[in-house]
């Protein structure tokens, strides 16, 4: 039982570790990019001063729920990009692991096993982002908001955007590329679908 709630301690704090490391840079990239989505968008006061363009950013973070929306899309994203590709050593061989590792323990060639949280972690990535997707732009994206169409786009997704950035890990040798993290990430894609549907439903029914 104490070494269940060791590892089970392990898997949170490397979890919490591994999103915490991106999180500031995320949070002042995101700020950054939604200043040039108001130039673009809103360029009325934006565009007279730093004084002002911070005045007006803060004005529509708390006034708009698609700015706040669109924020946390981009928050996540950002996230996304740089545990996967942005903050990767050049690898000589990215295809030294296609497979990957599918569970939290991973065999060294010395025989050495160790507890890895990778798996965990590409699912959390996504989750939250596929989820805040719907929440930001379903109406554009789908023609009937179901329970089908809402987790099958979101896993959609999940895994384009998984297959996107493995492919560039490999052509730019960012990391490898492992056909489980492929796997991890469109889960995670999958289980941000369903629980936004979970979400929506409870609050169609009881608004």
Not at 12 to 24: E, K, M, S
Not at 87 to 116: E, F, H
Not at 146 to 163: E, H, L, M
Not at 183 to 203: D, H, P, R, S, V
């Amino acid at each position: 039982m104490m070494e269940f709630i060791k590892i089970v301690g392990d898997i949170i704090a490397n979890v919490l570790t591994a999103l915490y490391q991106p999180f500031w840079f995320a949070l002042l990239l995101s700020i950054m990019i939604m200043f040039f989505y108001m130039f673009c968008y809103k360029p009325t006061g934006s565009g007279r001063g730093c004084k002002k363009a911070v005045k007006v950013w803060i004005e529509n973070f708390k006034e708009e729920l698609f700015f706040r929306k669109l924020f946390l899309l981009v928050f996540f994203t950002v996230m996304i990009l740089f545990r996967t590709l942005l903050n990767r050593n050049m690898w000589a061989n990215p295809l030294s692991d296609v497979m990957g590792g599918w569970w939290i323990w991973s065999k060294s060639s010395d025989g050495t096993v160790t507890l890895t949280t990778e798996c965990f972690e590409n699912v959390l990535l996504m989750l939250p982002f596929t989820a805040i997707l719907m929440w930001t732009a379903k109406e554009k994206l789908l023609k009937k908001i179901d329970f089908r169409n809402i987790v099958g786009k979101c896993t959609q997704t999940a895994f384009i955007f998984s297959v996107f950035i493995e492919f560039l890990q490999l052509f730019l040798r960012l990391g490898t590329f492992q056909l489980s993290d492929i796997f991890y990430n469109t889960l995670g894609g999958f289980l941000g679908g369903a629980i936004y549907w979970i979400g929506w439903k409870l609050k169609t029914r009881y608004k």
